[in-house]
């Protein structure tokens, strides 16, 4: 049977490696478990229904890529878009979650739509090539810096400004400092697994030093009603609401995009600079982050993490379909999670809250974020033209604290110069629309 459903034999694969493929991508990318609640619980929402959202939503994309496009590709909420979703959408907007669920629900659907009638790739072709790399880098700065205040390494000066140095002499700070070698350790001995591994030993030095609570291993999975069907769509089509959908549906678009070609490279299964079920696979991620909506997580993309997997061996959809089990079977572990994903309130001396630290996820943010950082490489800086959008897209990002601006300085700028410099038909029409649109948004919504 599976060797009917997955073609193994065709791939050059067998049942053990596929599922050893699986388990290694698994262990990879398993750090969105722990940390996509304890991030959404910032924005109002149940830890333990989060938690089991991103589990069940993870699982059903992870069946779809394996069953449609039979590509060993896991997909999970993302890095990014989950940020967008707490800091700028919900607590920058003051939108509530349920609105900013039913934002994620609505692109979803587009997803799929853009998907079906080969508008996605079109959209993609448009965007040039300066801002696709320096989006990822500017993103990667910004959940670095996010991981650096999870960390107390930065922390907020009550003047109102930025104070880089923290406490030091602070335990969950210090905590932070040791993850964080722990985790660069195992990855510098490519070690499988790294962040996890990291992270599980982080918070049993932290149960020593009384930072973690220890609080279990296994239990009862728990209940999903907290946002489960909780998503509401009414106004979400209001003008002001419009480019929020927009930028969701970018940055998915870009995660996907990235991640399709860099393991279908490793794969062997480019053809002709093309992969081959592409319109499956992007489908896949449509149906994830529509799902993961309904039972109340931000958007689901596919995981550049995939290619460790596919290093191990992984060629077909079973590597998915282990992926999935696991995720399913992660959800039996609660207590791991809140202990793991859980803060460390920070008080005064008359004990009053000054901050939240979460000193055993912060190493993983700062890693996700370095990572994220190296496309910026790829940019060229000996043009003007292509430098200072892309340099001002990172730059307004991290200064501003919001990705929306970040993306908009960009988007504006880079036709604009493209214009003034007698270039104008460097630029795509459709980047000419975006750039007005978002003009019109500052100009008359602000």
């Not at 190493?363 to 003007?384: E, H, Q, T, W, Y």
């Given at each position: 049977?599976?060797?009917?459903?997955?073609?193994?034999?065709?791939?050059g694969?067998?049942?053990?490696?596929?599922?050893?493929?699986?388990?290694?991508?698994?262990?990879?990318m398993a750090?969105?478990?722990?940390?996509?609640?304890a991030?959404?619980?910032?924005?109002g929402?149940?830890?333990?229904?989060?938690?089991?959202?991103?589990c069940?939503?993870s699982?059903i994309?992870?069946?779809?890529?394996?069953?449609?496009?039979?590509?060993?590709?896991?997909?999970?909420p993302g890095?990014?878009?989950?940020?967008?979703?707490?800091?700028?959408?919900?607590?920058?907007?003051?939108?509530?979650?349920?609105k900013a669920?039913?934002?994620?629900?609505?692109?979803?659907?587009?997803?799929?739509v853009?998907?079906?009638?080969?508008?996605?790739?079109?959209?993609?072709?448009?965007?040039?090539?300066?801002?696709k790399?320096?989006i990822?880098?500017?993103?990667?700065l910004?959940?670095?810096?996010?991981?650096?205040?999870?960390?107390?390494?930065?922390?907020?000066?009550?003047?109102?400004?930025?104070?880089?140095?923290?406490?030091?002499?602070?335990?969950?700070?210090?905590?932070?400092?040791?993850?964080?070698?722990?985790?660069?350790?195992?990855?510098?001995?490519?070690?499988?697994?790294?962040?996890?591994?990291?992270?599980l030993?982080t918070?049993?030095?932290?149960?020593?030093v009384?930072?973690?609570?220890?609080?279990?291993?296994?239990?009862?999975?728990?209940?999903?009603?907290?946002?489960?069907l909780k998503?509401d769509i009414?106004?979400?089509?209001?003008?002001?609401?419009?480019?929020?959908l927009?930028?969701?549906?970018?940055?998915?678009m870009?995660?996907?995009?990235?991640?399709?070609?860099?393991?279908?490279?490793?794969?062997?299964?480019?053809?002709?600079?093309k992969?081959?079920?592409?319109?499956?696979?992007?489908?896949?991620?449509?149906?994830?982050?529509?799902?993961?909506?309904?039972?109340?997580?931000s958007?689901v993309?596919?995981?550049?993490?995939?290619?460790t997997g596919?290093?191990?061996?992984?060629?077909?959809?079973?590597?998915?379909?282990?992926?999935?089990?696991?995720?399913l079977?992660?959800?039996?572990?609660?207590p791991?999670?809140?202990?793991?994903?859980?803060?460390?309130?920070?008080?005064?001396?008359?004990?009053?809250?000054?901050?939240?630290?979460?000193?055993?996820?912060?190493?993983?943010?700062?890693?996700?974020?370095?990572?994220?950082?190296?496309?910026?490489?790829?940019?060229?800086?000996?043009?003007?033209?292509?430098?200072?959008?892309?340099?001002?897209?990172i730059a307004?990002?991290?200064?501003?604290?919001?990705?929306?601006?970040?993306?908009?300085?960009?988007?504006?700028?880079?036709?604009v110069?493209?214009?003034?410099s007698?270039?104008?038909?460097e630029?795509?029409?459709?980047?000419y629309?975006?750039?007005?649109l978002l003009?019109?948004?500052?100009?008359?919504?602000?």
């Amino acid at each position: 049977m599976l060797e009917k459903l997955f073609k193994l034999k065709e791939n050059g694969t067998t049942v053990q490696t596929e599922i050893i493929a699986g388990a290694t991508t698994f262990l990879s990318m398993a750090y969105i478990i722990f940390f996509q609640p304890a991030l959404l619980s910032q924005a109002g929402m149940d830890f333990g229904s989060v938690m089991m959202a991103t589990c069940i939503a993870s699982a059903i994309a992870c069946l779809v890529m394996a069953f449609l496009a039979n590509y060993p590709i896991a997909l999970a909420p993302g890095m990014g878009e989950n940020f967008y979703f707490v800091f700028t959408v919900v607590i920058g907007m003051g939108i509530a979650w349920e609105k900013a669920l039913g934002a994620v629900f609505i692109s979803g659907v587009l997803f799929m739509v853009l998907t079906l009638f080969r508008i996605r790739e079109m959209i993609i072709d448009s965007i040039p090539s300066s801002l696709k790399n320096a989006i990822p880098a500017a993103i990667g700065l910004f959940i670095t810096f996010i991981g650096l205040t999870y960390a107390g390494i930065v922390i907020k000066d009550p003047g109102g400004g930025i104070a880089v140095t923290g406490d030091f002499h602070a335990a969950p700070t210090l905590l932070s400092l040791a993850g964080l070698l722990i985790i660069l350790l195992l990855m510098i001995r490519e070690i499988k697994g790294s962040m996890l591994i990291g992270m599980l030993i982080t918070a049993i030095l932290g149960i020593f030093v009384g930072v973690v609570e220890f609080k279990g291993v296994v239990s009862a999975p728990p209940s999903l009603s907290p946002t489960f069907l909780k998503l509401d769509i009414s106004g979400v089509f209001d003008v002001g609401f419009i480019s929020v959908l927009a930028i969701f549906l970018l940055m998915d678009m870009f995660d996907t995009i990235g991640t399709l070609i860099g393991v279908g490279q490793a794969t062997g299964l480019m053809e002709d600079g093309k992969l081959p079920r592409a319109q499956q696979a992007l489908f896949a991620d449509a149906v994830g982050t529509a799902t993961g909506a309904l039972f109340g997580t931000s958007t689901v993309t596919s995981y550049i993490e995939s290619t460790t997997g596919v290093r191990a061996g992984g060629r077909t959809g079973l590597t998915a379909v282990v992926v999935a089990a696991l995720m399913l079977l992660a959800t039996f572990f609660s207590p791991l999670v809140s202990m793991i994903g859980g803060g460390t309130p920070i008080l005064d001396a008359e004990g009053n809250l000054l901050y939240t630290l979460y000193p055993v996820i912060a190493p993983v943010l700062i890693l996700v974020g370095s990572f994220m950082a190296k496309s910026i490489s790829n940019c060229d800086f000996d043009d003007l033209t292509e430098a200072i959008p892309a340099f001002l897209t990172i730059a307004v990002m991290a200064f501003t604290f919001s990705i929306s601006n970040g993306l908009a300085a960009g988007f504006i700028l880079y036709p604009v110069l493209k214009l003034l410099s007698g270039r104008a038909k460097e630029v795509s029409w459709l980047m000419y629309v975006l750039c007005g649109l978002l003009i019109a948004k500052y100009v008359f919504i602000g």
